[in-house]
């Protein structure tokens, strides 16, 4: 059996010890992208790490309930991790658009409220606002249905792209009441009011948890990180993973245990399904 990784913060060796202690009342919350798949150049060959599978059916049985939470539609993170009609599953739910989205394993079904009527107003003025500011050869704009986000990682110089986007992006965010959420690579623009730790803080009241993980890669991901400390100060004990990347490093900074990539989340979640009962 392998070894579990000890927490560098008091705070993560108290959230480890309860999640093993109980693992029946605790949650488990995940990113996709960066977290359970490997980041690539395009987005719709993004795919679940191929042990991701199999260590979550092993995992969820066992606690309250594992949340994968993403910015992409929830319907495209079940696909593109493998989620539906695998055993041990049951307890699994997909997040999608920040918690706008919810799938249930158990019913392989998605529910979702009315799309913001700003995304579409965006997603019609995006082409010639790329053209006026030269559009940079290679990004590339990926429609989620719910948001729209412009990738920059397969331009010429990839930072550049990025920080020559975020001003003119972000004033057309805010003529049509969105905001500008900033990834690896990838400006994002989507409804307010939903995060990642809006959606986490929701299913673990809902859920009920003693205890909590959330494991995550990008900018995104602070908000949940920002939850679990909400949930600390409450008195619910938590651990914070970060899935660790040359790219970001504000999670590596703030997270109880790093891991390497998708690789070392999935080898967690193995390892900590083999130590509870």
């Not at 730790?197 to 991901?221: I, P």
């Not at 679990?228 to 040359?246: E, H």
């Amino acid at each position: 059996m392998d070894l579990l990784p000890t927490p560098v913060t008091q705070a993560g060796q108290a959230g480890l010890a309860a999640l093993l202690a109980k693992p029946r009342t605790a949650v488990i919350g995940l990113d996709f992208d960066g977290t359970l798949a490997p980041i690539v150049a395009d987005p719709e060959q993004a795919r679940a790490h191929p042990d991701a599978v199999p260590a979550l059916a092993a995992l969820a049985p066992k606690v309250a309930s594992v949340a994968v939470i993403t910015g992409r539609p929830a319907g495209v993170a079940v696909r593109h991790g493998g989620f539906a009609g695998t055993a041990g599953l049951e307890h699994l739910v997909v997040l999608g658009h920040y918690g706008a989205e919810r799938w249930d394993a158990a019913t392989g079904t998605v529910t979702a409220p009315p799309p913001h009527p700003g995304v579409a107003a965006v997603r019609a003025e995006l082409p010639g606002v790329l053209d006026r500011i030269g559009a940079w050869h290679g990004t590339w704009v990926e429609e989620k249905g719910r948001a729209v986000a412009v990738h920059t990682r397969r331009a010429d110089d990839p930072q550049a792209a990025f920080e020559a986007l975020r001003e003119p992006l972000a004033d057309l965010a805010t003529r049509h009441g969105l905001i500008v959420e900033p990834g690896r690579m990838v400006l994002e623009l989507r409804p307010p009011g939903m995060d990642k730790g809006v959606a986490f803080l929701d299913h673990v009241r809902t859920t009920g948890a003693e205890s909590v993980l959330y494991a995550g890669d990008d900018l995104g991901d602070l908000p949940a990180y920002a939850a679990v400390d909400k949930l600390r100060s409450d008195g619910i004990p938590g651990l914070l993973v970060c899935s660790g990347s040359t790219e970001v490093t504000e999670l590596a900074e703030r997270a109880d245990v790093v891991v390497d990539g998708p690789e070392g989340v999935v080898s967690l979640l193995r390892t900590l399904a083999a130590h509870m009962p």
